[in-house]
């Protein structure tokens, strides 16, 4: 059965797009590799059928699924799969003020400081400049 944009509407609300109104509807959903696919519907245009050269477009490029199928099994409530690359956990480094503190005040070595996320390191020193201030 040819998709209608009726469908695509559905699908979109299914799979918790944000929805827009402007001249046409707007659909947009954020994605874990930070990129924000979407798709926009004509008012009006609910019951009429997807011509096959636009709805590849739309599937693939706008919604960027991974195929096809990935749409009808979304539009039956199913989770779908995007075509995005793996996100890869970027190094978070520590800022120089971090290392400073670590390394001086609490005498880590660079394995320990490396071992740490910023937050981790952060609330380190929180804790450790609370105790001082409640100290003295």
């Known amino acids: 059965m040819p998709p209608r944009w009726g469908h695509v509407q559905q699908f979109c609300e299914i799979q918790g797009y944000k929805r827009s109104e402007t001249d ?78 670590l390394r001086d005040k609490l005498h880590y070595d660079g394995g320990q400081i490396a071992r740490l996320s910023r937050d981790e390191a952060q609330v380190l020193m929180d804790e450790y400049y609370r105790r001082e201030i409640l100290d003295a």
């Open 24 to 101: 046409h509807t707007h659909f947009s959903k954020p994605l874990p590799d930070r990129t924000t696919p979407g798709t926009m519907i004509s008012h009006g245009k609910d019951g009429q059928t997807i011509t096959p050269s636009t709805w590849q477009r739309v599937w693939k490029h706008q919604l960027r699924l991974l195929s096809e199928d990935e749409f009808w099994k979304g539009l039956e409530g199913e989770p779908v799969r995007y075509d995005v690359s793996p996100t890869l956990e970027v190094p978070q480094f520590l800022p120089d003020y971090l290392q400073l503190f």
